[in-house]
């Protein structure tokens, strides 16, 4: 059964303060997408990792990817409060057009 | 803008009612969706896949007779959910794949709140 971990499950995080959130997964795929939930909202895309190494940069985040270890982080840099959302990564649950199967989610709180 | 397109955005209904939500593919065709169920404060669950002309495929525990999909056309699957009960009120989502970006990246409609009253 494909697996998809994320740590920590919540994190309250000063404003100003660099925190990295951890994503492992089971299966050998080489995609993994991170994304953001506000509350009562949908998913949002932050991020699409399709290659061992792949690094993306937006804003005050970053995510990695690390396919040998099956290990992504989406690290946060200079935290602000804008960012208080729910983080999901996800990975596919096979080949081509196939469901996503995500983690339990990163419930993150920036406080001042 | 959005490329998936979820109605309603939020519906309450009685119990014994059926409650029918429609998500389509606003620029590409979607042979198949993904319709996924949300509770509070918890993950993404994968109700089942919607295929394009044949039946759709169910997760296990998920009951093909309470969640009724119809994938008419390549842009739009509708999930019946019939015989509402509360504990059906939750957060549904759907998704599609963009086949002319390689399957690569997954939209999601705007989610459909249901509250089963």
């Known amino acids: 059964e494909l697996k998809v971990e994320q740590n920590p499950l919540f994190l309250s995080m000063q404003e100003g303060k660099n925190y990295t959130i951890y994503c492992n997964y089971s299966?050998?795929?080489?995609?993994l997408y991170w994304y953001r939930q506000d509350p009562g909202k949908s998913l949002e895309s932050l991020f699409v990792?399709?290659?061992?190494?792949a690094v993306k940069q937006e804003g005050r985040l970053m995510a990695s990817l690390d396919t040998k270890a099956r290990l992504s982080t989406l690290h946060i840099t200079a935290a602000v409060h804008d960012l208080s959302a729910t983080y999901f990564c996800?990975?596919?649950?096979?080949?081509?057009?196939?469901?996503?199967?995500f983690g339990k989610g990163t419930r993150l709180s920036v406080i001042a | 803008g959005a490329v998936v397109s979820q109605h309603p955005s939020w519906v309450i209904c009685k119990s014994g009612t059926s409650v029918k939500i429609e998500c389509r593919s606003l620029?590409?065709?979607?042979?198949?969706m993904f319709w996924y169920r949300q509770f509070p404060k918890q993950s993404l669950m994968l109700m089942a896949t919607?295929?394009?002309?044949?039946?759709?495929?169910?997760e296990q525990g998920v009951e093909k007779d309470k969640f009724l999909i119809n994938h008419a056309s390549l842009t739009l699957s509708t999930l019946t959910v019939t015989s509402a009960h509360p504990e059906d009120s939750s957060f549904y989502i759907c998704?599609?794949?963009?086949?002319?970006?390689?399957?690569?990246?997954?939209?999601f409609g705007q989610g459909t709140r249901l509250t089963v009253v």
């Open positions: 998704s599609a794949r963009d086949p002319r970006g390689m399957n690569t990246e997954a939209f």
């Open positions: 299966t050998t795929s080489d995609r």
């Open positions: 990792l399709l290659s061992n190494g």
């Open positions: 996800a990975v596919d649950r096979n080949s081509g057009n196939t469901p996503l199967v």
């Open positions: 620029d590409f065709q979607a042979t198949t």
């Open positions: 919607s295929n394009e002309g044949s039946k759709a495929t169910y």
